[in-house]
């Protein structure tokens, strides 16, 4: 089949010398590998949270004791340290953020104000802006407790502690304990850069095409009794036999040398990452018809690869982004990668994420129809 032999042909060229197994394919690997060595030892650290709480009444115990069993936070409890040495431990690096329950806390409350802690820290993040808005929930909730408390004497502190004591008790709920979500999709960043890295690596593999075209090899290629649909084939599958070695390699390093794993085995991730290798090769087909050599093929993909990996949520949640962002990554295939390594880390099987396999294949399937219509040899560069 000459699809094969043109296959053959560009995987020769990518990897079949020791300097080209190195530079294409280990060199990458390694590096990619020890990025996410040194990713999954930082997502594995807790955020440290320094409370004082100087409150002599009952509800800043209260409070204290709801932050600390938050499970995402490393809570240090510094009941002897004021509020400049509390403050000083953030600006010293020693803690990411501290909470200060000043001693009029609980007077406060049964007054029927609603003072809230100061939480310091050294600038708003993702992680201490959920900790900034737990605060404020507690201290709504205690606030509305002592409020249901108050006679014609004040707050009955003995109701107080059993209306606390009563909400602090395990209760009885629902949960959909076959499908949790949310935990790559809000910390994206070691699988958006394992996206990133495939869509590089596979325009260096198209990159071997446009140099064929430049070469005017493609064009002897089309003189030659082939149809242009077997020297499209040809090279898709060349693409795809590179960038799945690739893949091997790298999830090879990852899982069984460095010991990452986002929750989900290694032949699941592989066959989401084999999607999606579909789709990246088929968008960088499409780019490639469209450009005249292989320099404005580089410089468009740094035009493509990384807005599109920002948009699509690889380096930070997609939920803090604006709606029409959130709409306009419904049209990048490293959203619907991201979600689908997401559902199968939450407990989800293959049947869950049929729907992203599917839009990653309609993808490839819609770029690499139109690859294989402009990525003609007519549109080479003129030496």
């Not at 989800?348 to 402009?374: P, W, Y």
Request: aromatic share 8%.
């Amino acid at each position: 089949m000459p699809s094969l032999h043109i296959a053959a042909h560009l995987l020769r060229r990518t990897m079949g010398s020791r300097r080209g197994l190195i530079m294409n394919v280990m060199i990458p690997a390694i590096i990619l590998s020890i990025m996410a060595g040194l990713f999954a030892s930082l997502e594995g650290d807790k955020a440290i949270i320094a409370v004082s709480n100087k409150d002599a009444g009952l509800l800043g115990g209260y409070l204290t004791s709801s932050v600390d069993q938050e499970s995402i936070y490393e809570i240090h409890l510094e009941p002897k340290l004021t509020e400049q040495e509390l403050k000083d431990l953030v600006v010293n690096g020693k803690a990411d953020a501290a909470i200060y329950i000043p001693t009029d806390y609980s007077a406060k409350l049964l007054e029927g104000g609603q003072p809230e802690p100061i939480l310091y820290r050294m600038n708003e993040q993702l992680w201490n802006a959920s900790l900034a808005a737990l605060l404020v929930t507690e201290a709504s909730k205690l606030s509305s407790s002592a409020s249901l408390v108050q006679g014609d004497g004040g707050a009955d502190l003995t109701k107080l502690t059993a209306l606390l004591e009563a909400q602090e008790a395990p209760k009885a709920g629902v949960e959909n304990v076959s499908m949790k979500l949310g935990k790559i999709v809000s910390n994206p960043m070691m699988i958006g850069l394992i996206l990133m890295f495939v869509m590089l690596l596979v325009s260096q593999s198209i990159g071997f095409v446009m140099e064929d075209r430049e070469q005017r090899t493609m064009a002897r290629m089309f003189t030659a009794p082939l149809r242009a649909f077997d020297i499209a084939f040809g090279n898709f599958m060349g693409s795809m036999l590179v960038g799945t070695i690739q893949l091997v390699v790298v999830l090879s390093l990852l899982y069984f040398v460095f010991g990452y794993s986002p929750g989900i085995s290694f032949g699941a991730m592989l066959l989401v990452l084999e999607f999606f290798l579909l789709a990246a090769v088929g968008l960088a087909s499409a780019v490639a018809g469209l450009v005249r050599n292989s320099t404005q093929l580089s410089q468009i993909n740094n035009l493509i690869i990384t807005p599109t990996c920002m948009v699509s949520g690889c380096f930070f949640p997609l939920s803090i982004l604006p709606d029409f962002m959130q709409k306009l990554a419904n049209f990048t295939p490293q959203k619907w990668a991201i979600q689908a390594v997401d559902r199968l880390g939450g407990g989800g099987s293959i049947s869950d994420i049929s729907l992203q396999l599917l839009i990653l294949l309609l993808f490839a399937a819609v770029m690499i129809a139109f690859g294989s219509a402009v990525l003609r040899p007519n549109r080479a560069s003129k030496s």
